[in-house]
C-alpha cells in the first residue's frame, strides 16, 4: 500500500522498459504503443478475431476445434458482461447467475423441438417453433422476467442476503427444470440446430460441423453488440447510479438515487444477458443436459469477472478469454497427453501419479485459489475499472483510504501507469500491469 | 401455505403416526442444522461476514472422521459400552478439532486482512474458500460418496406406532448439550463477554482492553468446533460422505440461522429446528419430496427474506453507515 505514495524511478521496471520500447519502435510511421492503446487496439483485436476463422486447415491443422473453443469463448464473455453488470457496476453479487442460462437454454430447445411434456409426463403438447433469431430475445426476455421476479422481494435487503438468495435461486431453477417431467426431466433435452438462413449473399448453414464459422460469427457480433450496450450503459446516468450505490448505498439514496429500481434494473439487464448466453449456447452445442448447470458454472463466471477485473469491460472480456481458453483448449491439450504419457511410464515413474489426476476436477481447484488469491492481492482484477483508477486519482485518496476502497481499487495502478486519464489506456495497462508489474 | 396445505391434507389421509415420526426425524435434522447455524450466526454476529465455507468446514469433518474410523478398522458398533462412548468422543473430539482448526485458519489467513475492505471482499474470498475446500476433497476422496460405517447400535424405544431410535435421541440431546454450553460460555465468561462486546463494537472493545483479533479468532474456532460436532451426528445419521454435503448442509443451515434472525444464537437453534422439521414433512408428503426438498427450504428462506428480514427472533437494525 506505502509504494503508491512513493513514485519509483531508481530503477525501470520490466513494465518501464515495455514502455519505452513500444513507443520508440516504429510501424507505419507510429509507434507501437499508438496501436495497441484503446480503441484502436479493441479493432485490431476485433480484426483479428474476424479473421480466426478464414484461417485455412493447410496453416494451421487445428484450426476447426480452436474455432469451436473461441466460440464458447464469446458466449462466457457475454455471460461474463453480463454478471459484471450487476457485480461491477451494482456492486451486488449474484451467485445464481447459472439459473438465467439455465431459462435461456431451455427457450431454446423448447422453442424448436417443438413439444413438452404435460404436468404429468404422460402426453405431449405442442409448442410453437421460431427460428433462432427470434428465440434470443424471447429467451433474453424470459430470464430478464425470472430477474425482475426474483430481484424485485430480494433486492431491498443488504446486499450479502442476496448473495444466498441468488445462489439458493441458482439452486432451485436446475432442480426444477430436473424434477419437471413437462421438460423430460434429468434426461434433458436436446434442441433442434438452428435452420439454414437465407441473406442476399447466400445461405448461411449452421448445422455443417466441419464449418463453425457463422457461429462463430453469430457469437461475436453479439458480444460486440452487448460491449456497446454495456458500455453505453456505463456512461450513461443509470450506470452512475449504479456507480453510487455500489460505493455507498445511504449516500446514493439521499442523492435522489432510486435503490430498489435502480438495483432492479441491474439484475435484470444481467439475467437479460445471462438469456442470450443461454440461447447461444444450446442452439450451439445443442443439447441440455441439467445437472451442468450448477454452482460451479456460477462461479467461473464470477472468477472471469474478478480475474479480469470488477467493474471493467476490457478486464471482464480479457478474464472470461483467458479462463475459458485455459478450460476448453488448455486443459483439453494437456489432459489426454498427460495421461497417456503417465499411464505408458513405469508405475515406479516420478510422475506417475499424473494418470490418477482429472485436470477438470483440478482446474476448479485453480480457480477458487485464483479467486482468493486475486481478491487478497489484486482485487482490481488484470485490467482494472478506467473510471475507478481516474477517482482515485482524481481525489487524491489517502493510502488509509485507498485500503478501505479496496475491491475496485487501483492499487498500485496509478503509481504504476502516469497519465491515467482517459479510457484509452486500459488496453496497454492490460499488457503490462500484471503481477509482473510488482517488482519492486 | 401450498406446502402446510399438502401437508395437512396428507396427514389426515395417512393418519397421525406418520405425521409424528417425521417430526422426529424433522427434530433429529434440526438438532444437526441448529448446530451449523450457529457456526453461521456467531460469525456474522461478530464481524458480519457470511462464511460460505462453513459447510465445507462441516464435510472435511465428515472426510476425516470416516478416514479415522477406516484407520482403527471400525466396521460395527462395538459391543462395550464403555467403548462405544470413548469413540464417540474420540471422533467428535476429531470432528471439532478439524472444523474449528480449519475455520480458525481461513480467518487467520484470508478474512482478517480483509477486514477494512468492502463487503463484496471477504464474501468473494469465502467462496473461493469453499470452493478450494470442496475440489481438494473431490481430488482427495474422488467424486463418489462413501457410508459412514454403522457405528452406533441401532435399537431404540417405541411408544405406540411412533419409534424413537437411540441415536436420535442421543443427537438432541448432545446438541441442546453442546448450544445450553454456548450459552453459559458467552453470557457468563470473560471472552465471551469480550465476544459479546466485540459483535457489538470492536472499536470500543478494543479501546476498553479487548483483543479484537484474538476474539474474532476464538469466535470462528468455536463455530467451527460446533459443526464438527454435528459433522459427527451427520455420519452416524446419514452416514454418507460426499464433498458436496457440506455445500447443501451449509446452505440449508444459512436459511435456519437467516430464519431465526441472523446474529441471534437463540434464533439459529429455532430456526434449525423448524427447517428440519419442514424438510421432514417436504420429503414425507410432497410428490417425490426428496428431491424438492432443498427447493422448499430455499423457497422459504426467499419467502422470510421478503416478508420479515429480521427473522423470528431477530431485532430490526438500522444499517451501519
Known sequence: MATQTTPKQATPSRVDRMRSW?????????????????????????????????????????????????????????????????????????????????????????GTFGQLHDWTGGGVFPVPTFPMIWLIPIGALLAGFFGILLGAPTLRLRGDYLAIVTLGF??????????????????????????????????????????NAPFYYLALGLVVLITLGVAALRDSSVGRAWVAIREDETAAETSGVNLTRTKLLAFALGAFVGGIGGVINTAFVPSILPVNFNFNV?????????????????????????????????????????????????????????ANVDFNVMKYLIYGIVLVI??????????????????????????????????????????????????????????????????? | MLTLATVLSAASTDGLPIL??????????????????????????????????????FMWATVIMLVVVNAMHIAAPPSNFFALIGLLLLLMAVGMVVSGSLNFGLERFIYRRLRRAPRLAPLIAAVGASFILETVAQ????????????????????????????????????????????????????IGKAMRATAQDPEAASLMGVNVNRTIGLTFLIGGALAGAAAMFYNLYVGQVWYLTGFQLGLIAFTAAVLGGIGNIYGAVL???????????????????????????????????????????????????
Open chain 1, 170 to 211: 441458482g439452486e432451485i431453477v436446475p432442480i426444477v427444470f430436473q424434477n419437471l417431467p413437462t421438460f423430460f426431466g434429468n434426461l434433458g433435452m436436446s434442441a433442434t440446430q438452428p435452420a439454414p438462413i437465407d441473406t442476399p449473399f447466400g445461405q448461411i448453414t449452421f448445422t455443417d460441423p466441419l464449418n
Open chain 2, 139 to 190: 481430488i482427495w476422496r474422488g467424486s463418489g460418496s462413501y457410508a459412514f460405517p454403522d457405528i452406533f447400535p441401532p435399537s431404540g424405544v417405541s411408544i405406540g406406532s411412533l419409534r424413537i431410535p437411540v441415536l436420535d435421541a442421543f443427537i438432541v440431546f448432545m446438541a441442546v448439550g453442546l448450544m445450553i454450553l454456548l450459552d453459559r460460555f458467552i453470557r457468563m465468561t470473560k
Open chain 2, 20 to 57: 409424528f415420526q417425521q417430526i422426529e426425524i424433522g427434530v433429529t435434522l434440526g438438532a444437526m442444522y441448529a448446530l451449523v447455524a450457529l457456526g453461521y450466526t456467531l460469525v456474522y454476529g461478530i464481524i458480519e461476514l457470511i462464511n460460505f465455507a462453513h459447510g465445507d468446514i
Open chain 2, 271 to 321: 430456526g434449525g429446528f423448524v427447517i428440519g422439521i419442514v424438510e421432514a414433512l417436504a420429503t414425507q408428503y410432497l410428490p417425490n419430496g426428496s428431491s424438492w426438498a432443498l427447493a422448499v427450504v430455499f423457497g422459504i428462506l426467499v419467502l422470510i427474506l421478503v416478508l420479515r428480514p429480521s427473522g423470528l427472533l431477530g431485532q430490526q437494525v438500522p444499517n451501519k453507515v
Open chain 1, 22 to 110: 513500444a513507443s520508440e519502435t516504429m510501424i507505419a510511421g507510429r509507434p507501437v504503443i499508438w496501436y495497441v492503446t484503446g480503441w484502436r487496439f479493441a479493432l485490431i483485436a476485433l480484426i483479428l478475431t474476424i479473421l480466426l476463422p478464414l484461417v485455412p486447415y493447410d496453416v494451421y491443422p487445428g484450426i476447426q476445434s480452436l474455432v469451436v473453443a473461441m466460440t464458447t469463448v464469446w458466449i462466457y464473455v457475454m455471460l461474463a458482461l453480463g454478471l459484471n453488470i450487476v457485480v461491477g457496476y451494482a456492486g451486488l453479487l449474484d451467485l445464481g447467475y447459472v439459473a438465467f442460462f439455465v431459462i435461456g437454454s431451455y427457450t431454446f430447445a423448447a
Open chain 1, 298 to 354: 456460477s462461479i467461473t463466471i464470477l472468477i472471469m469477472v474478478v480475474l479480469g477485473g470488477i467493474g471493467s469491460i476490457p478486464g471482464v472480456i480479457v478474464g472470461a478469454i483467458i479462463l475459458r481458453l485455459f478450460d476448453v483448449y488448455i486443459l483439453g491439450l494437456i489432459n489426454d497427453p498427460i495421461h497417456q504419457s503417465a499411464l505408458v511410464a513405469p508405475a515406479t515413474a516420478p510422475l506417475h501419479f499424473l
Open chain 1, 374 to 440: 486475486m481478491i487478497l492481492l489484486r482485487p482490481q482484477g488484470i485490467i482494472p475499472d478506467a473510471r475507478r483508477r481516474r477517482e482515485l486519482k482524481g481525489i487524491g485518496a489517502a493510502p488509509e483510504d485507498m485500503s478501505a476502497v479496496g475491491l475496485f481499487e487501483a492499487e498500485e495502478a496509478g503509481a504504476d501507469i502516469p497519465a491515467l486519464d482517459n479510457l484509452d489506456q486500459t488496453a496497454y495497462a492490460g499488457e503490462g500491469s500484471d503481477a509482473q508489474g510488482r517488482d519492486s
